[in-house]
């Protein structure tokens, strides 16, 4: 497999610049036959037209929300998850974030490192499975999401009309194997009354803002954009602006909300300031804000939560709710996201833990657990792997996304070994 990978590489390349070039940001405005707007149709077509040029016979979607590319013999199901919708660009490249440039040995844009390598990776494992002339004693399928980043209705959808598959594995996280991950909340707060202070701060709930501007003062605050499971690899600008807009000439009202902002919620983050902060064998809580309104209604402040199996959401919600109401604050519009956790002793884990050592040589790693979420806590039986090494920075979510095309093989030859494993005899 690993000569067929090499042979078609240049072409894997050539197919992945194709969909960064497209900007499926995630939930674009639907239109007939689009429920998540024309742009993510255009890559989930796009990466239909892939699979076909693969050679691939069985290529489907259902209800345009989640592709389907299937090979394969036996009454039981493997399934690879990725997903073909992006975090908007943000702020801050050094390359355009949907040109696809490749620069010293790494493509940049939106979407090659989460997901959308991932995916054209999956889709030619399976190619070199199925070239290599492997007798199949299981089925996979290659799920293609369209609607990852804003809360996986995509899959949901599937999975109310093709079941669930006997294992899975989504490539959408880190090595070696992420068999746990924390529960996720996304909470707004909101403070109604005449404020003077004008702002829009961020791009979506899990996403640290890199940059913050308010109008009362005229005011810019640069920071470091990141993933909101990872805020201490990032520089939150909204909390530097909150900060800014706090010590600023303002009205009585103005400098109660403001002020009360700051208290509760700069410089920490893990909640320490809400009274949240708790840490657990599956990790430790992180809280970071990552939407800010303000006008003439009021202001809205929205928190990227990750908090661990130990917690419920009862208890997390009440302590919310208690402390930011010392500020003036309720709570509104809510999305919560329970945990997930496969043994390590499983077939899938082992065997997906078996391929990493083989193929990376470290035989010391152990499954983690993360505080991101994935595909893999809609199903029974899954879990997610790769595809950010160990030693490599996290790049979801940020300027200057990218993949080396090292690593990019590497995923592929991942994939397709531990699809050979679980699904051929």
Known sequence: MRRIIETSFDQQVKDLQALIRIPSVSRGEPKEGMPYGEHVFAAL????DIARNLGFEKVWDVDARCGVVEYGEGDEIVAVMAHLDVVPEGTGWAYPPYGAEIHEGAMYGRGTADDKGAAVSAL???YALKESGAKMRRRVRILLGC??????TGIERYKEVEGEPDLAFTPDATYPVVNSEMNILHIAFEKKYPCAVRAKVGTAANVIPGEAKSDRPALCETGKEGHASMPDHADNALMKLVKAVSEAELSPADR???SGLV???YGFNHGEGLGVDRTDASGRLTLAPTLLSADETGVSITFDIRYPASMTFEELKGSLDKAMATAGFVSGECFNSMGHYIAPDTELVSTLMDVYA???????????SIGGGTYAREFKNAVAVGVTRPDRPDLCHIANENILLSEMEFNTRFMAECLRRLAAE
């Open 256 to 258: 109660e909300t403001f």
């Open 45 to 48: 077509r796009k990466a239909q």
């Open 147 to 152: 609607d990852e980043e804003r809360g996986s």
């Open 124 to 126: 030619y494992a399976l």
């Open 263 to 265: 208290r509760l919620l």
């Open 358 to 368: 083989e193929l990376s040589g470290d035989r010391e790693s152990k499954p983690i």
